[in-house]
């Protein structure tokens, strides 16, 4: 009995997972071909506009998103085939929502959650044993997935790269956001047994405040408000 009630949570998330549409996606985001949904999250391909990896986070910020969260090997493959299948632009950096800034070599994605599964180039992440790690790891607190390098992620600055004598060249690249999927989607199994998923309950953000790093508080429902955390 325990097996087939297994079977049908399995059936049911199944059935849930290819209910789900653009349409479950916050109202605010652009319904286009770079919005796409995986996994109950909404990802957002903001790929042909170029930020710092503070602007980019403030930018997701705004709209009641983070960075892209990932945080499983299914999310990486997803991200990694959109962009190399369904985007052509010309860039090849992405940011995601990974850093280690407030302790070097402790990274954590934007919402504190820590680092478990990774995917990291053999020249970056904290069990990099590579000269040019070694010489730029303080400084490279910022995250991204690299196309040209199948996907991998490398340690960039999130601001600026400091290390040229003469030059202080900003560190620009697209990014991708990520949104919870809001589920309209009810699921009826056997039994007459229904599963629901609840609906996103943040509303629509925007805020004009530079909280930098540190990004906004939110409230005790998980939504952000326009004040910067302490
Ligand atoms: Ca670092």
Redesign the pocket.
Known sequence: MKYFTKLFIVAAFMGLATCQSTDDCPATIPRDTYLKIFGGFCFQFLVSQKRTHTQARQDCQSRGGTLALVKTQEIQTFLYTALSNDFHESYDKIWIGLN?VDK??EFKWEDGAPLTYSNWHEFSGPNSTSYSHALN??E??CVVIDTESDGKWA?YPCEQQSFLLFFHEAELHPYICQYVASASTAVTGGAGTTVTVMANPCPAFSCDLDCGMSGFQKDQSGCSVCKCAV
Do not use: C
């Open positions: 280690d070097e070599n790891h303080n490279n607190d340690e």
